[in-house]
């Protein structure tokens, strides 16, 4: 899909002028404009998430109609006007009542994944590495013969002008509607994790946690592991749910952190990290309960010319003051959704990246999708 970006943009950023890295024709500002959060860059971060969202029928911001309706599932808060719709653009609002996914339906698909997987916590998980053998994996070493049910929730909380996974946008419309536990069905005896991903699983927590409930019971007796991969957003009673699912069964939560300088956050991503910061550090008291396999992990995405080595080091010094040992996985940009202009990971930069996150005493790093470099 084209997104009128058909070249890399050669004029420098459009506040300072300055040309340090390529930029994308929707945002041409530079890093250090977008961190300082002047009113100039302003209109270019407004237009840009303006054109991303009504290009999929999405409200431009988290709507706060005084007489709306609340929706408390995650950060964003939405208060739903009448027949109008919230950030994620899967709930709307009738008569004061809140509709759309819910516990008991799903904006949903899936398929199976073989293991070992692409999973961003393949090299720490019982599914990749075997670790918690017995008790959390079925193999001492990768899981060869057994799958992942991948569970893809359209919808998300954020706006990433950087998607990877985008397409769902085109979904969120979708009528059709999964019940727990027809998903549940699809965990067979050669299924031994589910991982709940995206968009992102955040608008539908009360779903996947019912999924989740009637596939453990399902597969009672046996190894099934749940996972989450989050931007870490949802509103922290739902997190304390998701933690001690993957914590008693083996699964991990993958937080995504796409930046640290909460200025850039907004202007990548629509809104605030604020949520997403102060629930790694709630999921980071969990640590302690289960060290094999680790239960929180963490990745950012190295979006060339937005997110460079200030924001790694930012980032794993925080990550590093909670425990040094939480994963840390570095991942290669691949050109997408509207910042598709722009050109993968540099390799030196991911490398450079890897340093910073190891001198700020992380102990965990690793190079994800290095086929991309």
């Known amino acids: 899909m084209g997104f009128e970006n058909s070249e890399v943009l050669e004029e420098g950023c459009r ?15 530079c890093i250090g404009c977008l961190r300082s959060g002047k009113e100039a860059v302003k209109p270019f971060i407004e237009e840009a998430h303006r054109r991303s969202r009504t290009a999929f029928q999405l409200v431009p911001v988290p709507p706060r109609d005084s007489n709306g ?68 994996a079925y193999r001492d070493g990768p899981e060869q013969g057994f799958k992942n049910l991948a569970v893809f929730y359209h919808g998300c909380s954020f706006d990433c002008l950087f998607c990877q996974n985008w397409t769902h946008r085109e979904r969120v419309w979708e009528k059709k509607r999964v019940r727990p536990e027809d998903l ?57 749910e998701i933690l001690n699912l993957s914590l008693e069964s083996g699964g991990c939560i993958k937080f995504d952190i796409k930046a640290w300088d909460d200025s850039l956050h907004r202007a990548l991503c629509g809104v605030s990290n604020q949520r997403t910061k102060e629930n790694f550090e709630r999921a980071a008291r969990s640590i302690g309960k289960r060290r094999t396999p680790p239960l929180l992990i963490a990745s950012t995405l190295l979006v060339p010319g937005y997110i460079d080595e200030r924001e790694i ?24 959704f509207f910042f598709e202009d722009l050109p993968v990971t540099p390799r030196a930069l991911a490398f450079r990246c890897k340093e910073v996150a190891e001198e700020s005493g992380l102990r965990n790093v690793r190079i994800g999708n290095l086929h991309l470099l």
């Open 15 to 29: 506040i300072c002028g300055g040309m340090k890295e390529k930029l994308s024709k929707i945002l041409p500002v």
């Open 184 to 240: 549940a069905r699809a965990v067979d005896d050669r299924t031994s994790c589910i991982c709940y991903f995206g968009g992102d699983p955040t608008p539908q927590l009360p779903h996947s946690i019912e999924v989740s409930q009637k596939a453990l019971e399902r597969a009672r007796g046996r190894i099934l592991r749940i996972c989450w991969e989050t931007n870490g957003s949802m509103n922290p009673v739902l997190l304390d």
């Open 69 to 136: 309706t609340l929706c408390q599932i995650c950060f964003n808060r939405c208060q739903i006007p009448e027949d109008g719709r919230g950030y994620c653009g899967l709930r709307s609002q009738k008569g004061g009542v809140l509709r759309g996914v819910s516990p008991e339906e799903g904006n949903v698909s899936w398929y199976y994944d073989g293991l070992p997987t692409n999973c961003v916590a393949d090299w720490v998980c019982p599914g990749g590495t075997g670790a918690g053998y017995p008790r959390y």
């Open 313 to 336: 080091k930012e980032i794993s010094r925080w990550i590093a003051s909670l425990d040094p040992e939480i994963p840390y996985a570095l991942l290669a940009f691949h050109p997408q």
